[in-house]
């Protein structure tokens, strides 16, 4: 009888799967580095794959266009920053939507600083001949849902202490607009 060893199998082993999120991440991670050093209008697959060391055709097989891939960092972006603002809103009880605002307005602006790239790709110019597909714009309503939220919060307090007889009244909606005024206004104050 012929035995064989080839020695001990690794233990863990990469699915097909995990080793394509892994590429996409690479993939991802090299436009970002290359964005930053020449902005979004500047970025190509081709120069993608070269900075990777790869043939740009196996790019392709990732994103079949520039902005396939675009929207993907976009994408992430969004729900980066999206998911940022959520915690810092959660962190704050519902009760105080000053503090909420504040800390979500914070979360925002610390993002921003910290992804200074990723900020511009949302809210700088925008990259010429680019389209964001509809699919964008769920992600992209997420920092905006926080705020809103918050703000419905504020409205609803508003109306459990304004005045039972004058909250159909001109008189009774600008009453719980200058509650919520002093509300959401400065956190020091």
Same mark, same amino acid.
């Given at each position: 009888?012929?035995?064989?060893?080839?020695?001990?199998?690794?233990?863990?082993?990469?699915?097909?799967?995990?080793?394509?999120?892994?590429?996409?991440?690479?993939?991802?991670?090299?436009?970002?580095?290359?964005?930053?050093?020449?902005?979004?209008?500047?970025?190509?697959?081709?120069?993608?794959?070269?900075?990777?060391?790869?043939?740009?055709?196996?790019?392709?097989?990732?994103?079949?266009?520039?902005?396939? *891939? !675009?929207?993907?960092?976009? %994408?992430?972006? =969004?729900?980066?920053?999206?998911?940022?603002? +959520?915690? &810092? $809103?959660?962190?704050?009880?519902?009760?105080?939507?000053?503090?909420?605002?504040?800390?979500?307005?914070?979360?925002?602006?610390?993002?921003?600083?910290?992804?200074?790239?990723?900020?511009? *790709? !949302?809210?700088?110019?925008? %990259?010429?001949? =680019?389209?964001?597909?509809?699919?964008?714009? +769920?992600? &992209? $309503?997420?920092?905006?849902?926080?705020?809103?939220?918050?703000?419905?919060?504020?409205?609803?307090?508003?109306?459990?202490?304004?005045?039972?007889?004058?909250?159909?009244?001109?008189?009774?909606?600008?009453?719980?607009?200058?509650?919520?005024?002093?509300?959401?206004?400065?956190?020091?104050?």
């Amino acid at each position: 009888m012929l035995t064989c060893d080839t020695g001990r199998m690794s233990e863990v082993r990469v699915t097909r799967a995990e080793a394509r999120l892994r590429q996409i991440d690479r993939i991802k991670s090299t436009s970002r580095r290359l964005m930053a050093e020449k902005g979004a209008p500047g970025l190509s697959l081709r120069e993608v794959a070269r900075e990777m060391g790869v043939v740009s055709s196996a790019l392709y097989r990732y994103f079949p266009t520039r902005d396939d *891939l !675009l929207t993907a960092l976009i %994408v992430d972006a =969004y729900n980066d920053l999206g998911e940022f603002a +959520e915690r &810092a $809103a959660l962190r704050v009880p519902r009760e105080e939507p000053r503090r909420r605002l504040h800390a979500a307005a914070s979360a925002i602006r610390k993002w921003a600083k910290s992804n200074p790239n990723e900020y511009a *790709l !949302l809210y700088g110019s925008p %990259v010429p001949g =680019y389209e964001a597909p509809q699919f964008t714009v +769920e992600p &992209a $309503a997420r920092v905006a849902l926080v705020l809103g939220s918050i703000v419905a919060d504020a409205w609803q307090q508003s109306n459990s202490e304004a005045n039972d007889d004058d909250e159909s009244t001109m008189k009774g909606y600008s009453k719980r607009a200058i509650w919520m005024g002093r509300c959401l206004g400065s956190p020091s104050q």
